[in-house]
């Protein structure tokens, strides 16, 4: 299957792509550093690519807490 390309006479438009492409490699980022989950839709479902991350965070916050 091929993909179409669309010519995008706005050159302001053709950057939104882009943009958005590095912002959720950012998001993406700040989620793994910060232990938070961090969702996208994957195979007809939503799912947490941070999922481990955020385990192991909340056993970390759980036994600092009672320290």
């Known amino acids: 299957m091929r993909t179409k390309r669309v010519r995008v006479r706005d050159s302001d438009l053709a950057k939104v792509?882009?943009?958005?492409?590095?912002?959720?490699?950012q998001a993406?980022?700040?989620?793994?550093?910060?232990?938070?989950?961090?969702?996208?839709?994957?195979?007809?479902?939503?799912?947490?690519?941070?999922k481990r991350s955020v385990v192991s965070y909340a056993v970390r916050e759980r036994k600092s807490r009672y320290r």
């Not at 792509?17 to 490699?25: D, S």
């Not at 993406?28 to 941070?50: E, H, M």
Request: overall charge positive.
């Open 17 to 25: 792509g882009p943009a958005l492409k590095r912002a959720a490699a």
């Open 28 to 50: 993406k980022r700040l989620a793994i550093q910060s232990g938070t989950p961090f969702y996208v839709w994957k195979g007809g479902r939503v799912v947490d690519l941070n």
